[in-house]
């Protein structure tokens, strides 16, 4: 990681990335919580979550916009439309404000999505590619931490102060994020408008995506965890209620544990990348959830204790794994599609396993549901680990010798130079 935080470009885009990643930290929660306070209804404020995912359902045409132009020009004007659209909140007082919350959701959802994709190209434009796994891999350690603090801290601003701190306070954090990506000089060539016609254009991303052995693999395996991974969300409130007989409030613990994780497996994930490859790498994260689920089948907080810490190393596993074989295996001109595709390729099974597991625990045993979890995710896992060999590890150069230093004849032995003057008078007398 060291060697990736010393180009001064990604360091640049680094604290331009720390600016919006806690902005949006701090904001998810808190919309839930804003809307729940105006309210009263869980429902209601579930539904905002479902705000932010529906619009992942629009990924092929936002990566087709992304890819009609510029990166970094792109980037700075996402951000700054961010900022704007988060203004409407300023306007919130009663219940009957609601809506403005819900709309503004929504366009955050979009937002993300597009961020999403033209970082991901920016990030390959300015790392050379034996350095992607190490970009990827600081990200993702940044991410973990705030998802420690950022949530927790929106929601506190949010109790202490109300939105409008907390709105101003995200408004700053994607202005910050423009400013410092502005300053960067990228060379970036015009991406052409000539090609197909935009239907064929528009599932260009889905197309590559189910072309490439590496990148089908990836996705059908994690795709298939993700239909379960979402029942945590919901399991572990029965976890620590039915199970360790404690009170909700712990659960902020648990996630607290899963967060420490999740820095162990962001600062480790660029090293196992290198030493399994980016498919290696996914199938490691998706295989520590099914252990991780298994263990909490058996409800003993020692165990609990562990099955999060590997919960939380499968995070970043799964995400630099994939990000880092989308930017490899993508030619530039699609990756804005490919990324986007493959974000809601992930994130919808998940989001669809989040409502399914809320219904499923007040039916089912929560147990029942953790080991079919984990026996669903090791599955997951093993698909993956058997197509390990579609990106192998990349073989250490091999060192070349230094060039050895002539000997001077006046160095050598007499006797070396007695068979040398017998050498060349044989050639003399042969001739």
């Keep these: 990681m060291r060697t990736v935080l010393g180009r001064p470009d990604f360091r640049l885009l680094f604290a331009a990335l720390l600016a919006s990643m806690a902005a949006e930290s701090i904001l998810l929660l808190a919309l839930a919580v804003w809307v729940k306070d105006l309210t009263g ?98 990200l993702q350690t940044v991410r973990q931490g705030l998802r420690l603090v950022g949530p927790l801290a929106g929601a506190g601003l949010y109790a202490a102060v109300g939105g409008w701190l907390l709105t101003a306070l995200a408004m700053a954090g994607f202005l910050t994020a423009a400013a410092v990506v502005g300053l960067l000089r990228v060379t970036e060539s015009t991406p052409s408008g000539a090609g197909l016609r935009w239907p064929a254009e528009l599932s260009a991303g889905l197309r590559h995506l189910a072309g490439e052995p590496a990148l089908r693999r990836a996705l059908l395996g994690y795709g298939l965890g993700s239909l379960v ?41 660029a090293t196992v990348v290198r030493r399994t490859g980016e498919v290696g790498t996914l199938a490691a994260g998706v295989t520590f959830f099914g252990p991780a689920a298994l263990a909490l089948a058996y409800p003993r907080l020692w165990l609990g204790v562990v099955a999060l810490l590997l919960a939380g190393m499968s995070l970043p596993l799964t995400m630099v794994g994939l990000n880092t074989l989308v930017q490899r295996r993508t030619p530039p001109g699609l990756l804005g599609r490919v990324a986007a595709t493959s974000e809601a390729l992930v994130s919808g099974p998940q989001a669809v396993s989040i409502g399914a597991g809320a219904l499923l625990v007040g039916v089912l045993d929560y147990r029942l549901l953790f080991a079919l979890v984990g026996m669903i995710t090791t599955l997951a896992g093993g698909y993956l680990w058997q197509g390990r060999h579609l990106t192998p590890p990349p073989q250490p150069r091999p060192r070349i010798p230094a060039p050895r230093r002539p000997v001077a004849a006046t160095a050598l032995p007499p006797a070396a130079v007695d068979h040398e003057v017998v050498v060349a008078t044989r050639r003399r007398r042969a001739q």
């Design 41 to 138: 209804s869980d429902g209601m404020a579930g539904a905002t979550i479902f705000a932010i995912i529906a619009p992942m359902t629009l990924a092929p045409l936002v990566g087709w916009v992304v890819d009609r132009y510029r990166r970094q020009p792109f980037f700075v004007a996402a951000n700054l439309g961010t900022a704007v659209l988060l203004s409407p909140l300023f306007a919130v007082r009663d219940r009957g404000d609601v809506w403005l919350i819900y709309v503004v959701a929504a366009l955050y959802g979009l937002s993300y999505i597009t961020l999403t994709a033209v970082l991901s190209g920016l990030i390959r434009q300015l790392v050379p590619s034996e350095l992607l796994a190490d970009a990827n891999a600081v």
């Design 229 to 269: 991974m979402g029942f945590t969300e919901s399991l572990i409130f029965a976890y620590v209620d039915q199970g360790l007989r404690r009170d909700a409030a712990f659960v902020g613990v648990l996630v607290t544990v899963q967060g420490i994780g999740g820095l162990v497996g962001g600062l480790f994930s």
